[in-house]
Each structure stands twice: as structure tokens, then as C-alpha cells.
């Protein structure tokens, strides 16, 4: 807990791995739930509800989220965490696995109280240093980049790093329709931010409570084909993750007025028809109405960025700047920010 609030705004990082065929073996899937335990707690959370399909596991945290795919580990932590420190654990039991790490990604927002950020998340130049000294030497492509926006407290933080062979294979045309969004929004409208408050001595379990939430507030709708795995915090707060097939997505709130917030976060492919996008901004921001969102999309095209920009002033927000850089293996990253205030 930070001295002056719950951090709400996530740590994210996602590895890839190599040396496995997914469709023969299931790769990092083989790490037990101990093993990933005692990764977490390198990190400072731990596990409350995790559901799995075909493809991936899904893990909601105490703070944020963990997906685990046959050669890729996706996590997501808020508040105080140390995610970085869980980048060494994973090369280690990985290795065991017969997998080498071949590309690293970390993003983040600004955060709300970054005065109580423990190390190594004190600095961007912190983190940075940090990831340049446990990642293996092979990661050879570099970058680092802080994309401004004309909002002082909105500020996108990037680090990727990959090797050669990853670099080749994200230049395939299979990878190049593929994006992801990461969704970060603040000043939630407080009749809607209520929703995620429990009621005193209410009887029910994190689980039982998460599933009232997600329907009381129509988080079902956002993707009506995904299997949903939800929890509640006591007094207040939600997590869930959601699967449908290889796609992931998970949606975190921290509704304490004064520093309301939320994220939400999902992979999708243009192929999915150009109304895809739009529908999926629009039920979001239906759910929490937020004062301010930034956007991230991560992409080889540039074109998911315009139509983000399109669907959300469609839905009367306004954008207020916009950010675009080039990272090896990640590819364009647009980062833009949006308000309900007149520009």
C-alpha cells in the first residue's frame, strides 16, 4: 500500500521464449503452481483464482495478472511490486524446461505515487539498468523510450530488448495483423467507480463477489465469447481475466475516489473486421467513464492507432496528443491520450 494510496497503475512485462515446438510440448506450462508461487513472491504477490484453456493459463494476482502460453509469460502488477525481479527466476527455470530467452518487453504508465516505488522501480533509468543487467547477452537490439504527452502526469515508458531469430520471426506477415491495447484510465465516473465496492460483512468469497461485479456492471458484454475469470477485492477493487481461444484479456480497478482507476487490456488481429475495435473501446468506456484514457497499441501498422482515435471520439472524448515510436521485435507503438474536457 503507498503511503499516500493504492497504486493503481501497472508494471507490464511479457518474455519470450524459444528452444520448444508449442504445438508438440506445452513449454513454460510445465511450471507448477509452487515454482510460479515462489516466482511471485520475488515479485510480492501472490495467486487468488486462475482458470486455464487449450491454449494458456490464466492467473488473476492479488495485484494484477499472469498469463503463461507454451513460450510466453505475460505479467502485470500494481501497487508496490518488484515485477522486475521475476525476469531472473524465469530465465533460470525456463532453462531447466530446455527454453533461452529471445525477447523482453516492459511498459508502463506514470505513476500516481511514485515517491513509494520500492527498487528497482524508483526510475525509469532504474528499471532500465535492472533489465540490461539480468537479460543475457544474446538480447543484442536494444530500446529504451519515454513518449511524452501533453498531459504532465501521462507518460508511456518502453523497454524492449530481443535477439536475432525473434527479431526474423515478428517480420513474418502472420505476426504483422496482430495488436495489443493497453487501456489506463483515470477519474472514473464515482456512481460507476461504487460498483466496485463490496458491501460490509456481505457473506460472499472473492470469487462469488468478482462474478456479481462483472455482471452488475456489464464487463460480460465487453467480450460476450470469453471465459471470464473474475475476483473482488475487500473493501473495494476488481480483477479478472478473460479467455477466448489464444486471445487474452484482463481488466484491473482500483475505485477509491481521489485516485480512481482502471485498465484494461486485450490482443486482437485486423483481420477481425474493422468494427472489432470500435465495439470493444465503446463497452469500455461505458463501464467506467473515465475523465482521461491513454491508449497504447502495439503493432506493425499504424492503422489500429487511427481507428482507436476514430471509435473514441466517436464516443465523446476528445484527443489530446498522440505518440508514436519504433521498437525491435515490438514493432510501432502509438501511445495516445484522450479527455472529456474541451481542448
Given at each position: 500500500?503507498?503511503?499516500?494510496?493504492?497504486?493503481?497503475?501497472?508494471?507490464?512485462?511479457?518474455?519470450?521464449?524459444?528452444?520448444?515446438?508449442?504445438?508438440?510440448?506445452?513449454?513454460?506450462?510445465?511450471?507448477?503452481?509452487?515454482?510460479?508461487?515462489?516466482?511471485?513472491?520475488?515479485?510480492?504477490?501472490?495467486?487468488?483464482?486462475?482458470?486455464?484453456?487449450?491454449?494458456?493459463?490464466?492467473?488473476?494476482?492479488?495485484?494484477?495478472?499472469?498469463?503463461?502460453?507454451?513460450?510466453?509469460?505475460?505479467?502485470k502488477t500494481c501497487g508496490?511490486?518488484?515485477?522486475?525481479?521475476?525476469?531472473?527466476?524465469?530465465?533460470?527455470?525456463?532453462?531447466?524446461?530446455?527454453?533461452?530467452?529471445?525477447?523482453?518487453?516492459?511498459?508502463?504508465?506514470?505513476?500516481?505515487?511514485?515517491?513509494?516505488?520500492?527498487?528497482?522501480?524508483?526510475?525509469?533509468?532504474?528499471?532500465?539498468?535492472?533489465?540490461?543487467?539480468?537479460?543475457?547477452?544474446?538480447?543484442?537490439?536494444?530500446?529504451?523510450?519515454?513518449?511524452?504527452?501533453?498531459?504532465?502526469?501521462?507518460?508511456?515508458?518502453?523497454?524492449?530488448?530481443?535477439?536475432?531469430?525473434?527479431?526474423?520471426?515478428?517480420?513474418?506477415?502472420?505476426?504483422?495483423?496482430?495488436?495489443?491495447?493497453?487501456?489506463?484510465?483515470?477519474?472514473?465516473?464515482?456512481?460507476?467507480?461504487?460498483?466496485?465496492?463490496?458491501?460490509?460483512?456481505?457473506?460472499?468469497?472473492?470469487?462469488?463477489?468478482?462474478?456479481?461485479?462483472?455482471?452488475?456492471?456489464?464487463?460480460?458484454?465487453?467480450?460476450?465469447?470469453?471465459?471470464?475469470?473474475?475476483?473482488?477485492?475487500?473493501?473495494?477493487?476488481?480483477?479478472?481475466?478473460g479467455l477466448d481461444g489464444?486471445?487474452?484479456?484482463?481488466?484491473?480497478?482500483?475505485?477509491?475516489?481521489?485516485?480512481?482507476?482502471?485498465?484494461?487490456?486485450?490482443?486482437?488481429?485486423?483481420?477481425?473486421?474493422?468494427?472489432?475495435?470500435?465495439?470493444?473501446?465503446?463497452?469500455?468506456?461505458?463501464?467506467?467513464?473515465?475523465?482521461?484514457?491513454?491508449?497504447?497499441?502495439?503493432?506493425?501498422?499504424?492503422?489500429?492507432?487511427?481507428?482507436?482515435?476514430?471509435?473514441?471520439?466517436?464516443i465523446g472524448m476528445n484527443?489530446?496528443?498522440?505518440?508514436?515510436?519504433?521498437?525491435?521485435?515490438?514493432?510501432?507503438?502509438?501511445?495516445?491520450?484522450?479527455?472529456?474536457?474541451?481542448?
Open positions: 500500500m503507498a503511503a499516500s494510496g493504492f497504486e493503481g497503475i501497472e508494471k507490464r512485462l511479457e518474455l519470450h521464449f524459444s528452444g520448444d515446438d508449442p504445438m508438440i510440448g506445452i513449454g513454460l506450462r510445465q511450471l507448477d503452481f509452487q515454482t510460479l508461487e515462489e516466482i511471485l513472491r520475488e515479485v510480492q504477490c501472490t495467486v487468488v483464482s486462475s482458470v486455464g484453456n487449450h491454449f494458456f493459463d490464466s492467473y488473476v494476482l492479488s495485484e494484477s495478472s499472469l498469463f503463461v502460453y507454451p513460450t510466453k509469460i505475460i505479467i508496490t511490486t518488484q515485477l522486475l525481479k521475476s525476469v531472473r527466476p524465469l530465465i533460470h527455470y525456463s532453462s531447466n524446461l530446455g527454453l533461452s530467452l529471445s525477447c523482453c518487453k516492459y511498459s508502463r504508465g506514470s505513476f500516481i505515487f511514485p515517491k513509494s516505488q520500492p527498487y528497482p522501480h524508483t526510475s525509469f533509468q532504474e528499471e532500465v539498468v535492472y533489465l540490461q543487467n539480468v537479460l543475457p547477452k544474446n538480447l543484442c537490439y536494444k530500446k529504451a523510450s519515454l513518449m511524452p504527452s501533453k498531459l504532465s502526469t501521462h507518460t508511456w515508458h518502453v523497454f524492449s530488448a530481443t535477439d536475432e531469430s525473434h527479431l526474423m520471426f515478428m517480420e513474418q506477415p502472420s505476426t504483422c495483423t496482430e495488436f495489443t491495447f493497453e487501456i489506463c484510465m483515470t477519474e472514473l465516473d464515482n456512481v460507476l467507480a461504487r460498483k466496485f465496492f463490496r458491501a460490509p460483512n456481505d457473506g460472499k468469497t472473492g470469487d462469488s463477489a468478482g462474478k456479481v461485479m462483472t455482471e452488475m456492471t456489464r464487463i460480460c458484454d465487453i467480450n460476450p465469447k470469453a471465459h471470464i475469470c473474475d475476483f473482488a477485492f475487500d473493501p473495494c477493487g476488481y480483477s479478472m481475466n489464444e486471445k487474452y484479456s484482463t481488466i484491473h480497478v482500483t475505485p477509491e475516489e481521489g485516485f480512481s482507476y482502471a485498465s484494461f487490456e486485450c490482443v486482437g488481429s485486423l483481420s477481425e473486421g474493422g468494427s472489432y475495435i470500435g465495439d470493444v473501446l465503446r463497452k469500455v468506456v461505458q463501464v467506467f467513464r473515465p475523465g482521461t484514457m491513454s491508449v497504447s497499441t502495439t503493432c506493425s501498422s499504424r492503422e489500429v492507432a487511427a481507428r482507436v482515435a476514430k471509435a473514441v471520439e466517436q484527443c489530446w496528443s498522440c505518440t508514436v515510436d519504433e521498437f525491435p521485435a515490438a514493432g510501432t507503438v502509438v501511445f495516445q491520450t484522450f479527455t472529456t474536457r474541451r481542448i
